[in-house]
């Protein structure tokens, strides 16, 4: 059972990315999902999360409105669309997997974590 999530790479401020988690080993569908990221020198952080059904999120609110978080239960992945990127967005970001069907911000209600993608953003 695997998580691996995709997508970072350097961007522009100002500019998108799509970051993509997926899953193997088993279906994720009856799970909430979530994503954090960990800057250098700073602890990990929530970013966004979305319920085991895709119909209920929650976002930090350093990146409410600039971020989406959503999922297709049919094919497994949870993705990450990230706009209006800032250079304080730089960080690692990591996908996970909750313990339960709904949304938590608490890193250590997640129970399954993807190795991080690096998203890197110059000003």
């Known amino acids: 059972v695997q998580l691996q999530a995709s997508g970072g790479g350097l961007v522009q401020a100002g500019g998108s990315l799509r970051l993509s988690c997926a899953a193997s080993?088993?279906?994720?569908?009856?799970?909430?999902m979530g994503w954090f990221r960990q800057a250098p020198g700073k602890e990990r952080e929530f970013v966004a999360a979305?319920?085991?059904?895709?119909?209920?999120?929650r976002y930090a609110d350093s990146v409410k409105g600039r971020f989406t978080i959503s999922r297709d239960n049919a094919k497994n992945p949870v993705y990450l669309q990230m706009t209006s990127l800032e250079p304080e967005d730089t960080a690692v970001y990591y996908c996970?997997?909750?313990?339960?069907?709904?949304?938590?911000?608490?890193?250590?209600?997640?129970?399954?974590w993807g190795q991080g993608t690096l998203v890197t953003v110059s000003s």
């Open positions: 996970a997997r909750g313990g339960s069907r709904y949304i938590t911000e608490r890193a250590d209600d997640y129970v399954l």
């Open positions: 080993g088993r279906t994720f569908s009856d799970y909430a």
């Open positions: 979305v319920n085991w059904l895709g119909g209920s999120t």
